[in-house]
């Protein structure tokens, strides 16, 4: 396994609030593959060399270039850039999910390597872009898009990415930014399936924030009772179907009255 550089936490919080209203341009100049307050695991794995680092930073800035950086994003370049910002990351780190759990790692990212691309991919208002857009956790850039390609991947699939690809920010938040569901990659998979089987054959005018916040509610409610992790592959998509029928007859019911 290898092991990336990262800042400590203290550090990265200075460091972002000094990132976080600079332009594109000045952070671009800002950017490098190393940094002097930059440490490194003691164990577990092998320090990524200067040259794989290199072709990471290659790798993510021709992404960005796909869709047009640095003109401001739209609507469908962010989806592809996000769904294909995590795959690249998946692939080409070889971190496991324990490594990828070290907030360091995704800081040195955010703030040293492509602090541009943060505050291209999430401008913000007035002051500048959030600091966890740089040093958070599930809300963390470049983190976050690891860590839903890692659960939304089907490694049996034609196409392991599809539901990556397919889902849109407001979709894929109601779900990966609550700890107690995004956990479990079976259970947050068939959701999402589920979801995408609904939206795609329904007759009606769906509001798909709408279900899935009524399908979590339900999840959450079942979480006490239910081991989900322990359910087979029919019996979990029976179970997630079920819920998806109530929610359904729930929504479309609220949308009438």
């Known amino acids: 396994m290898l092991l990336y550089p990262q ?10 609030d000094e990132l976080l209203s600079k332009s594109i341009q000045d952070l671009f100049a800002l950017s490098s593959t190393s940094h002097h307050s930059a440490i490194y695991a003691p164990t577990g794995g092998i320090r990524v060399s200067e040259s794989h680092l290199h072709k990471v930073n290659q790798c993510i ?4 270039i796909k869709s047009d950086y640095p003109a401001p994003l739209t609507g ?15 692939e080409i780190l070889e971190i496991t999910p324990s490594e990828a759990s070290n907030l360091g790692i995704w800081a040195f990212m955010s703030c040293v390597m492509w602090p541009d691309l943060v505050r291209w991919r999430f401008p913000g208002g007035t002051d500048g872009t959030s600091r966890e857009r740089f040093v958070g956790g599930r ?5 976050r898009m690891w860590w839903r390609a890692y659960l939304l991947r089907e490694p049996n699939s034609e ?5 990556l690809d397919l889902l849109g920010e407001d979709e894929l938040v109601q779900i990966m930014e609550r700890p107690s569901l995004a ?3 079976p259970l947050i998979r068939e959701i999402y399936r589920t979801f995408l089987h609904i939206t795609n054959t329904s007759s009606n005018t769906l509001q798909s ?10 999840l959450r409610r079942l979480l006490p009772m239910v081991s989900f992790e ?8 029976s179970l997630i179907s079920d819920i998806f029928e109530k929610s359904l007859d729930n929504t479309l019911r609220d949308d009438m009255l």
Request: charge should be positive; aromatic fraction near 8%; charged fraction near 25%.
């Open 159 to 163: 196409h392991p990415y599809k539901l």
């Open 183 to 185: 956990g479990n990659s």
């Open 76 to 90: 469908l370049n962010t989806q592809s850039f996000d769904a294909s910002l995590g795959r690249i990351l998946y």
């Open 7 to 16: 800042l400590p936490p203290a550090f990265a919080r200075v460091l972002a």
């Open 61 to 64: 800035r021709e992404n960005a």
């Open 230 to 237: 322990a359910l087979d592959d029919s019996v979990l998509k």
């Open 209 to 218: 924030r709408s279900l899935l916040r009524d399908v979590t509610k339900r």
């Open 139 to 143: 809300r963390n850039t470049f983190g």
